[in-house]
């Protein structure tokens, strides 16, 4: 399974931006589907995951801003973000797991830097 996440890129606080992880390979074995993020000088922490049955799952700082969802026939991955902030300026990470909650693969990240 190899991912491709885009999307990124430099947006005022209060706007918003569409993140994409595109899938290729068998997603047969993939029961989650999650994305990260690391900001400068921090952990990198989990955003929302999403299974595949469409249960969803946020961290606290973006609940209620943040949306994550799927396209299985485009074998997709959205995180659409709202009402962004200076402090969710990170590179986003896509990933997959098959078993747990250790990913068993990453997407490259992109570059979210939100202005104040």
């Known amino acids: 399974v190899q991912l491709q996440a885009s999307g990124g890129g430099l947006v005022q606080a209060g706007g918003s931006l569409r993140l994409s992880c595109a899938a290729s390979?068998?997603?047969?074995?993939?029961?989650?589907m999650t994305w990260y993020r690391q900001a400068p000088g921090k952990q990198r922490e989990v955003v929302a995951t999403?299974?595949?049955?469409?249960?969803?799952n946020y961290a606290d700082s973006v609940k209620g801003r943040f949306t994550i969802s799927r396209d299985d026939a485009k074998n997709t991955v959205y995180l659409q973000m709202n009402s962004l902030k200076p402090e969710d300026t990170a590179v986003y990470y896509c990933?997959?797991?098959?078993?747990?909650?250790?990913?068993?693969?990453w997407g490259q990240g992109t570059l979210v830097t939100v202005s104040s």
């Open positions: 390979g068998s997603m047969f074995s993939i029961n989650v």
């Open positions: 990933a997959a797991v098959r078993v747990g909650v250790t990913p068993s693969y």
């Open positions: 999403i299974t595949r049955v469409g249960s969803t």
